[in-house]
């Protein structure tokens, strides 16, 4: 099993920004990227970024590119995602996943194994 401990996220005027942090535990031998997704109210749930496992080759979605940055920590099981220049359709609860690669996280969400409990952002106007 893997656990996923989620801090950040919060209210924030847009046009600010807000970082989310994510650091994965347990049995991450064959996980090896680690990734977020989201669920805005009334939507569907849609992937925003991914990373590998050597931080080397990142994923986003179109809405977001441009605005947020995901980075992996020094420990190679911890990421954040830094969200710049936040719009009111960014508001969501933000979920950390964790799994097999960068690549299958953007186009598969199944390949998303484990997830966190979700942190919630909300970006007023």
């Known amino acids: 099993q893997v656990q996923l401990a989620e801090s950040g996220g919060g209210l924030v005027q847009a046009g600010g920004s807000l970082r989310l942090s994510c650091a994965a535990s347990g049995r991450t031998d064959d996980s090896t990227a680690l990734g977020w997704f989201r669920r805005a109210p009334d939507k569907e749930r849609e992937f925003v970024a991914a990373?590998?496992?050597?931080?080397?080759?990142?994923y986003y979605a179109d809405s977001v590119e441009g605005r947020f940055t995901i980075s992996k920590v020094n420990n190679k099981n911890s990421v954040t995602l830094q969200m710049n220049s936040l719009e009111p359709e960014d508001t969501a609860v933000y979920y950390c996943?964790?799994?097999?690669?960068?690549?299958?996280?953007?186009?598969?969400?199944?390949?998303?194994?484990?997830w966190g409990k979700g942190l919630l952002v909300t970006v007023s106007s």
């Open positions: 996943v964790v799994g097999t690669s960068a690549f299958r996280l953007k186009y598969d969400a199944s390949d998303a194994k484990y």
């Open positions: 990373i590998s496992e050597s931080g080397s080759i990142s």
